[in-house]
């Protein structure tokens, strides 16, 4: 079985940004991704600029995945983006709960994306592969590894087609997680999200508000380096490089690359593993 590659991008916020997007797709399409997926803001804050970024990648001739919350959605506003999707040919997407904006009191019509997911089913069957989240080292809110694990199998059996996990640093935490999974009857891909490593107090920040541990090892390890930005970076390429080595070796079906919309780390990381020009 080949390794399916996909690479997540935010929606950029100016017209520099958007520039700098296209460039850096132009060099990860090097990788023949599966599909490039796109980030939908708190609340769907972000929905014009996503839709707009989707479109371009699907008019270069790539598969686009849309990423679609349902925290502060109604059924309606939903609906619409769901026909959205389908004239614009789009056939895959992230369906996720998502989080309200700051300052947001309503939480709209869905509270779980499992709800997100049946409601998609039952508006368009099976016309689009649905992508869900999931969490080897569980979702910072759930009331305990059993509950989230639970949560996840509402999810697939509501539907999901696959799942790609939040960024880890722990392989045995994904591996446990799959034997988890497989256990409670769960047979879909389940793909491991990878973050690249630029900065490590963007990486900490980001982690401390996601729940994603980073070993300690490690972040004596970085802390170490100081502002050596070139350290940093080396170290960085040898742990992740290493984690994806050992997931592809035990089977991951898959990996999906946080590129924070950037190409080098990404590349890097895949002329390591040799899936560059594959």
Not at 99 to 114: I, K, Q, T
Not at 135 to 147: F, G, L, M, T, V
Not at 165 to 182: G, K, M, P, R, V
Request: aromatic share 10%; net charge negative.
């Amino acid at each position: 079985m080949s390794l399916e590659l996909s690479v997540e991008f935010f929606p950029p916020q100016t017209a520099e940004g958007v520039e700098k997007l296209r460039a850096t797709r132009g060099r990860l399409a090097a990788l023949k991704p599966e599909f490039f997926s796109v980030t939908y803001g708190a609340g769907g804050s972000t929905r014009e600029r996503t839709l707009e970024t989707v479109m371009e990648i699907a008019a270069e001739g790539h598969n686009a995945a849309p990423h679609l919350s349902c925290i502060g959605s109604t059924r309606e506003g939903i609906r619409e983006m769901l026909a959205i999707f389908t004239a614009r040919g789009i056939r895959r997407i992230v369906a996720l709960r998502g989080d309200l904006p700051s300052g947001m009191v309503d939480a709209g019509e869905f509270r779980y994306a499992n709800e997100l997911v049946e409601f998609i089913r039952a508006e368009t069957g099976a016309q689009f592969h649905i992508e869900v989240a999931a969490y080897p080292e569980w979702h910072p809110q759930a009331k305990s590894p059993r509950d989230d694990l639970l949560n996840f199998k509402r999810k697939i059996d509501a539907g999901a087609n696959s799942a790609i996990t939040q960024y880890f640093y722990n392989a045995d935490a994904y591996e446990h997680f799959i034997s988890e999974a497989l256990a409670l009857g769960i047979s879909v891909p389940i793909v491991p999200g990878i973050m690249p490593i630029a900065s490590f107090s963007k990486l900490a920040r980001f982690s401390d508000a996601c729940g994603a541990e980073i070993p300690r090892w490690m972040r004596h390890k970085f802390e170490s380096y100081g502002d050596d930005a070139e350290s940093i970076r080396a170290f960085g390429l040898d742990v992740v490089t290493e984690l994806c080595q050992r997931l592809v070796e035990r089977g991951a079906p898959g990996l999906h690359f946080y590129s924070m919309n950037q190409a080098g780390l990404t590349l890097e990381l895949c002329r390591r593993l040799e899936l560059v020009g594959r």
